[in-house]
């Protein structure tokens, strides 16, 4: 059974930063790309960042670029998010996705705010 997990979210102050987590099992996870998407509320979901099963980071906004970076543990089967000069517009639920697939897990909440 495929299982994902996220952890890291929290409260931070504009500038700060967080790292998410996301622990997954059931699946060899060497061999797969995996996926951040946040969506705030109200709005629709929005993709983040991929990295390829050989490491390949990719971080899709240009808002986030400079900002966040994507990477992958496989020894620990746990998949990354370092946010950092975080901004009230990165507030929303952060959750990540066994790319190309359907497999998700519950999500973490970031909330930026002073």
């Known amino acids: 059974q495929v299982q994902l997990v996220e952890s890291g979210g929290g409260f ?3 500038g700060g930063s967080l790292r998410l987590s996301c622990l997954v099992s059931g699946i060899a ?6 996926a951040w998407w946040r969506q705030a509320s109200g709005k629709e ?3 983040v ?7 390949i980071p990719t971080i899709y906004e240009d808002s986030m670029k400079g900002r966040f970076s994507v990477s992958r543990d496989d020894a620990a089967n746990t998949l990354y998010l370092q946010m950092n000069n975080l901004k009230p517009d ?3 639920l952060y ?3 066994l ?3 359907n497999f998700r897990g519950p ?4 909330t930026v705010s002073s």
């Open 107 to 110: 999500g973490t909440q970031v």
């Open 12 to 14: 931070v102050q504009p």
């Open 95 to 97: 959750y990540c996705n």
């Open 90 to 92: 990165d507030t929303a």
């Open 49 to 55: 960042a991929l990295i390829s099963s050989g490491g």
């Open 45 to 47: 979901r929005e993709a």
């Open 99 to 101: 790319a190309g697939s």
């Open 29 to 34: 996870f060497s061999q797969y790309p995996l």
